[in-house]
């Protein structure tokens, strides 16, 4: 019998969707289920397995995010408007997974749980199939356009133990957490407070500012007030100190690959709080020109992320740009947290272009009276061309 | 005899050169000072007069610079990293107005007070040789290498009452407030309290959210809760209450077009409130190619404005671009400023590319069933060039 | 009962599908025939009544071809890799056309004649959407799968007159000739002759160099020789002339926008040669500045009509920017043209911003010893970046 | 007693310098002649002892010209306009090598001979100082205003052996040979005949096709006609064949870094012919994402080597870039060239992205019923947009 790798979250569209799948595809059902933030494993194997799949793969797979992905995005200071793009960076990780499971337990077939009008579909397959264009992909919600009273009632009559999500549809990993639908999608209601859960909204955060240094080696954050962690960790522990302080709320609207436009509330506080620490230190450390190619090439990564492109070939030449640049961002930073706000103290770094003797007056390396020639020849470029202009009537307002 | 017109704003340097030109260069001086955020020009003239200068011109150019320059800028979303180059947009209308009455007075040579290691220099003289590239420029403070202790000392030796700066060197203008210098150029120092004047530091504002509404109108706003105003005034407006509730405050580090780093503390609460209300129209209104396209050339008009290259011929055509997309950014955006925060209430627009049915279920604008055919085609550029690559050893992890 | 309106070109596939929809779909079927180069209109039209159609519409639409599409691109020297874009201009004027007629003859459906593979049948659709999202549109050759022997056996059993086609599938309109298919598609073989129909073989064509002068006035050629015409003349005499010199053909690979490589001919004389002295204007003409500028946004253009966008709103604001800079390229050229080549001969602008006292020696306007003190700010971005990299080990070749 | 280390070519300007320096600095001079062409460095050598240097300085740098800087150069398809770079990438080899000298031989100041308007003072300088901040530098003809009938009455008086150049100022290395000057001023004069040297006018090139084929590894090409060379090789035999073939002329106006425009002629055949078959490559290899990217980085390459940046922090990750995505640029290609015209024959490589069967009708890969669906959502941004608009009245033609 056919095999089906399913993306299994545990949840009622998916557990439908095992049962379906053996039901009326008559196929063998494979689930994977991967902990990327606060999954619980043991329990949603248990009821994979009594859904009558074959088998309920389930992997820890956190540090891999962190080492593997998340990294990347702090280098290439990833944002896509204001989202640090948390459940786009998680898909490719899923779909690389699902790809090496369905190799190994010979599954011709994925299933994930996406629906039609959204990023994630996309993200899912393109990178299944540029991992191995030979396996075939579905997407039940989608393709047979699965409505959830249908749903409920399928799950009613085939014994599945329904599990309510709450009033909103949320996505959680290491990264962040994403909230979409109920009221959310009416863009004249103001965002409701129920949304928050990571993130304490500002005026319920303490009236007093934290105080934390950061530790930055290779272009990553090494170390929290001296301690040194691994980014996993500094991730979870970030998470806390800058949610509880208000830090990594996000409301906004966005363009989504499927040429639409949704409205998207995450919470995302130590990514907030690190890509900001990241993006002062390079504006201590990079030049103008580097800044400037770098800020071209962050937001093409970020561009391909969110459209699900993690597998391009163009992303390894990016990366290979990205960490040619991050191998100098280092150094200590002290960030004050308070109410939402992140504000920069102190900063150091051996790869430091700030000079306090260039910049304070009487010394011999930046020559004032060179800034005469200096101005007299930049200015050509403008003044050739102005004049030029002005020698005829065309020059308007 | 020449004559050199002075932009003068009443200041020790500026007062120090009025009568130096005089004395040592032989030239007869007018003065001009120009009004854009809150110099009292009757005291300034009166002091330019009692130095000895031929003429004083003194003209109030708020409305200008709100209609002229502002404009432009929240057309461009214009900042420089974090700041929202409120000096940076003064300099050429200042540099405007001298060329203008050197013309009308018979001047020749035109003085102004900037330093050989900033950027206002470059804006000043740039701009100057673009309108009139036969006038001559002079910045004694550069050129002659004039120091703070001989300027006091020949100050007391000539009469010219000295008015003491404060700790920081500061400018300020309808859009903004820079503050350099002191312990500013020390950046393993924290940024004291005694930097702010336009915005209260988060800790200190109202520890209650203030609701705003802002009507937008041809890309500029128009109103706020409901009562019309000149950009000037709202500008004014604004700055007060922003700054009130910690919105507005800049910490940031730069790239002088010099080519150095340097430290800079803005207050901006005007500019930065309406330009984040801009960024949020923007993401409701334009399509994903015209914002990305606007990024570019927002990137583009801040890197030329902030570089004195607000007369080069370039800045016709994208501005030219700017007005065509902006006259669609209209609508009213509700906003809560909290200690620091600006948080979205509400948005709406004529414009408004969201579509509340698109995005809530089952509709039959957007086909769900086209998204698998969509990712079909779409992957192809992705697979086809993983495939290719794979069939190597060359693919590097 | 419902109409079609039919784009109907008077060749197979098109006349198959004209009996097809009537027959199959029980539809009225109006056909729509433009000249865009040089199609018999009289005898297409003849030849579609015979089908019995109920309308057979023709409209010569050279001069606004020329006028509204050909003018722009010049604008933005729109080439895609080495293709002048030539059939891709065509396709929204046609699909505008085929709205307006639609919207007149009250036909709910348009069809065309495009495969699925190819970038016509999304440039068709998306114009077609974006001028009317009310109008269904079929394309028979891809949703149903028609292929050539089915094709021909159909055109015999309902005694269509059929018109063989050559060994390749050819499209021709005044900016150019598209030549695809048959030998063109395996790379390894070299690119017969029998392709050439517009350009004469370098090999074949005149020993001797053709002389031409051209003016140029806002932007577009206006007079050959010191004779004026209008843009559609221009194009028509200068296919000529520059084809028999060889000029115009092009070998190349492209990325389709499905996501493909296809291996394309095209010939363009009077493409090739009119965006060639146009941006010979421009290297004259615009600054630095304004010449990087122009590239990206040329580029964005070029892509975008590649893709079928030409109706995006993004397109008037990038036409905004063009048209501001296109009204500074003017002056006369002289150009030789010998077996392919194109050789600059002499060139002059009233905008022109090169300056031959400048360039030469000993004059006033460029200060040499200026140079020094711009060199010695010029290198500070590069120097202080580089010296900073230096003072630790990784630093890499 | 101070040393300098002169840059010394032989010729009139440096050979007036090696003595000037001696006479009136009262300074030891060590010269320092790379041959990246055509020198002749024996010759070179005695007569820089001619003129009392303390030591004459000489080595031949063609093959490190070519892999360290000319390959990076195919990397980028560097270009500036139609230059290939040239003399450009050459000065960053001359100024490093001569800081490497300077060092050894305890020069605290190299001298070079550049003019005050051009780009190589900037090459040299920046270079220079992004290598060793400590070495003074000093151009003395453009410093002290050193003119050419002064450099004839001191070398008589001198007793230096004048060689006079021709009437062009003509600079040459392995990558190509610029010609500068003389009636090249006027832009109102053709160019004439005799600055044709490296390159046979088309009109004289052999009236028969040479056929090519060029194999490339790693990005560079590797072998001609199935033998194997160096790429020093490979050039020197490429200008020769290419240049016979009327290959490599450029005749084009260019911004230089000090603002001017400036009439330039090039030859430069094997640069030409080498940077066309590896875009052609490109253009077989890359995807879309690639090709895009690579074009924006390219472009970056070029203008940052062009205005002297080579040694730029930039520069390392740029490069970075452009190695990763250069390992894929294999295969063979033959060429067809005939009197200035490259026409590509056929090409194949193992990381084609061209696929005859995905091209070809009727296969399964490529789905054409997928295309309806893709379109259907490809069109939303566009359509949503374009519908939003026509809402109002705003909308201009």
């Keep these: 019998m056919e095999k089906v790798l399913l993306l299994y979250s545990g ?3 998916t557990s439908v969707m095992a049962k379906w799948i053996q039901e009326n595809l008559k196929k063998e059902v494979v689930t994977l289920t991967l902990n990327i933030g606060n999954s619980n494993l043991d329990e949603i194997k248990e009821k994979a397995i009594s859904l009558g799949v074959s088998d309920a793969i389930v992997e820890d797979v956190k540090n891999e995010f962190a080492e593997k992905y998340i990294k990347k995005e702090i280098y290439a200071d990833g944002f896509y408007g204001d989202y640090p793009l948390s459940t786009a960076i998680a ?3 899923m779909a ?5 499971y369905a190799e190994e337990y010979g599954c011709s077939t994925i299933a994930h749980g996406s629906t039609g009008k959204g990023n994630d579909q996309v993200r899912f397959e393109v990178t299944i ?3 191995n264009n030979n396996i075939d992909v579905i997407a039940p919600v989608r ?3 699965m409505n959830r009273p249908d749903e409920i009632a399928y799950a009613k009559s085939h014994g599945i133990n329904i599990t309510y999500g709450g009033k909103y549809s949320v996505d959680e990993n290491l990264w962040g957490r994403s909230i979409e639908g109920s009221n959310l999608e009416k863009l004249t209601n103001p965002v409701e407070d129920d949304v928050y859960e990571w993130v304490t909204p500002p005026k319920n955060a303490p009236d007093i500012e934290t105080e934390l240094s950061l530790e930055f080696k290779n272009g990553i954050p090494s170390a929290i007030n ?3 962690y691994s980014l996993k960790e500094i991730t979870e522990r970030l998470n806390k100190i800058a949610g509880e302080n208000g830090i990594g709320f996000i409301n906004h609207i966005e363009n989504r690959v499927t040429g639409i436009k949704s409205h998207e509330i995450y919470e ?3 990514a907030v709080l690190i890509l900001k620490a990241h993006k002062i230190f390079e504006s201590l450390i990079l030049n103008k020109n580097e800044a400037d190619i770098k800020n071209y090439m962050d937001f093409q990564w970020s561009n391909n992320v969110y459209n699900g492109l993690w597998y391009d070939p163009v992303m390894e030449h990016i990366n290979a740009f990205e960490q040619s640049i991050n191998k100098y961002i280092e150094g200590e930073i002290k960030l004050g947290l308070y ?3 992140i504000s920069l103290k102190t900063i150091d770094s051996e790869y430091s272009l700030y000079d306090y003797d260039t910049v304070s007056y009487d010394n011999s390396i930046f020559k004032q009276d060179s800034a005469k020639g200096f101005i007299d020849i930049y200015k050509n470029n403008t003044v050739l061309g102005s004049a030029a202009r002005k020698k005829t009537l065309k020059v308007i307002e």
Tied chains: 1, 2, 3, 4.
Excluded: F, M, S
């Excluded at 690389?96 to 090496?100: G, I, T």
């Design 143 to 145: 393709d047979w356009n």
């Design 268 to 270: 995302c506080p130590a």
């Design 339 to 341: 109410k939402g706000n």
């Design 11 to 13: 949840g009622l569209d």
């Design 129 to 131: 199939k540029a991992l």
């Design 226 to 228: 001296g301690v040194h």
């Design 91 to 93: 898909r490719p990780l």
């Design 96 to 100: 690389e997974k699902a790809v090496k």
